[in-house]
């Protein structure tokens, strides 16, 4: 397993600007995930980060919209750029310890609300 | 299309009750994974089944994977409000490092 914490827990943007949340995991990890959730709904994978590669962008996300970054094993900031009230949703971050093997496990996420 | 169809989409019922979510799907998986969200947190990994037919328990809950490894359900015996939440099924496959996620069903248990 793996302990995971996020910043910020939540916050209120104005439209046209950019936020950037970070992600800290408690142990290194090679694969990391960021999703994006609509309260009560399922989960949207945005992208995969790897440690020294590109992002890999889903259907529909795109790295000038959601940039990412993954200096390190432990680490990864996603940033929503130049939002508009669509982005207003829950990100969540989340590792696989186990190289792919299926089991994630998840951060708190960042509850985001652009007005 | 989601590749695995929860149901119920949601589920209210009184404490001391027993409930079962289902997932199911036309395609096969090498595991299958339960999570459980409560309102502010992220998903919580109850369990992995990766063997078709395989059966778990942890405390008041079952999980069982399918003959086929297409479907899976959770049974709660006794219900209790703490077991309220979002549970979310997850499909991997052994050549995709990516999980499919079921839409959810939401269980809320009254006291």
């Known amino acids: 397993s793996a302990v995971i914490s996020q910043k910020p827990s939540r916050d209120i943007c104005q439209r046209g600007t950019s936020l950037t949340i970070q992600c800290q995991v408690d142990s290194q990890v090679t694969m990391m995930f960021w999703y994006r959730q609509q309260p009560g709904q399922s989960l949207t994978l945005i992208a995969t980060a790897n440690q020294g590669s590109e992002a890999t962008y889903e259907s529909g996300f795109v790295i000038d919209k959601f940039p990412i970054s993954r200096p390190n094993l432990t680490f990864s900031t996603l940033t929503v750029s130049n939002m508009s009230p669509e982005d207003s949703s829950i990100y969540l971050c989340s590792v696989d310890t186990a190289g792919g093997a299926g089991e994630q496990y998840f951060g708190p996420g960042t509850r985001l609300t652009v007005t | 299309t989601q590749l695995l169809e929860q149901s119920p989409q949601f589920l209210s019922i009184q404490e001391g009750e027993n409930l079962t979510v289902y997932c199911n799907s036309s395609?096969?998986?090498?595991?299958l994974q339960w999570y459980r969200q409560e309102p502010g947190e992220g998903p919580v990994l109850l369990v992995t089944v990766v063997t078709g037919g395989e059966v778990k328990k942890l405390k008041r809950l079952t999980f069982q994977f399918g003959d086929a490894r297409k479907d899976s359900s959770l049974h709660i015996t006794a219900a209790q409000p703490g077991d309220t939440g979002l549970y979310l099924c997850?499909?991997?496959?052994?050549?995709?490092?990516?999980?499919?996620f079921g839409a959810g069903t939401t269980v809320t248990v009254r006291a």
């Open positions: 395609s096969v998986f090498s595991s």
């Open positions: 997850a499909g991997g496959r052994s050549n995709d490092y990516k999980l499919s």
